[in-house]
C-alpha cells in the first residue's frame, strides 16, 4: 500500500469532509475512533476496512479510497453501530451517503460490490413501479441481471408453494405518488450535480 500524504489529502479533500457531514447529516469529525461501531457490527468480518477505519478515512479525507472500497456496500444498514457510539454517529447514514457519492463519481465497482448495487437498484425499481415490493418479480430481475438464472431458485419455489410470494405483483394504492416521489428526488439530484 502506497504511503498516503495526510497533510495534502486533508488540505486537498475538505470539501468531501465537509461533504458527507452535510449530506449524511453526521457530525463525522466527533468520531475519536473507540471502536465500538466495528465491535457490535454483523458485517465486519467481511469488510476490507471495519467500520470505524470508513470513518476514520473521511475525517483524513481520503475521499477515493473510501469510495473504492467494498465496506460501503457490504454495510447492512442494521444501525448496529449507530446504537452504540456515544457520540451520536449515524454510521449507517454515513455509508448511505458514501455510497451515493461513489455511484455519481462512477467508481468502478468489483463483483462483489456491484452486486449488491445491482440489488438495490431491482429493489428500488419495484419500490418505484408498483409502490411497495414486489418480491418474485425483483428477484427475478436480479437474477437476470446478475446472470445467475437459477439462484434460489428452490427457495422462491418452496414459498411461492407456501403462498409466502405472489405470482403478479400488488400494486399499492398510491403507486402513482410513489413513483413521483423518485422522479422528484432525481430532479433533485441533478440539481446537486
Not at 460490490?113 to 414486489?134: E, H, P, Q
Amino acid at each position: 500500500m502506497p504511503a498516503i500524504n495526510l497533510t495534502a489529502s486533508l488540505n486537498d479533500n475538505f470539501d468531501f469532509i465537509m461533504h458527507v457531514s452535510k449530506e449524511s447529516g453526521q457530525p463525522v469529525e466527533q468520531c475519536y475512533q473507540c471502536g465500538k461501531c466495528t465491535a457490535g457490527c454483523p458485517i465486519a468480518f467481511a469488510m476490507d476496512f471495519s467500520p470505524h477505519r470508513v470513518l476514520r478515512m473521511v475525517q483524513l479525507g481520503l475521499k477515493e479510497r473510501v469510495l473504492q472500497s467494498q465496506a460501503i456496500w457490504l454495510c447492512a444498514c442494521c444501525s448496529t453501530c449507530t446504537s452504540r457510539c456515544p457520540r451520536n454517529v449515524d454510521l449507517a447514514q454515513v455509508m448511505d451517503c458514501l455510497r451515493g457519492l461513489a455511484r455519481r463519481e462512477g467508481i468502478p465497482l468489483e463483483d462483489r460490490a456491484r452486486d449488491i448495487a445491482m440489488f438495490y437498484d431491482c429493489f428500488l425499481n419495484t419500490v418505484k413501479d408498483n409502490g411497495k415490493l414486489y418480491e418474485l418479480g425483483m428477484m427475478l430481475n436480479y437474477n437476470l441481471k446478475t446472470r445467475q438464472f437459477f439462484k434460489n431458485a428452490d427457495t422462491g419455489l418452496a414459498m411461492f408453494t407456501r403462498s409466502k410470494i405472489k405470482f403478479l405483483p400488488a400494486k399499492n394504492k398510491n403507486h402513482r405518488d410513489v413513483r413521483q416521489i423518485f422522479q422528484r428526488v432525481k430532479e433533485l439530484e441533478e440539481k446537486t450535480k
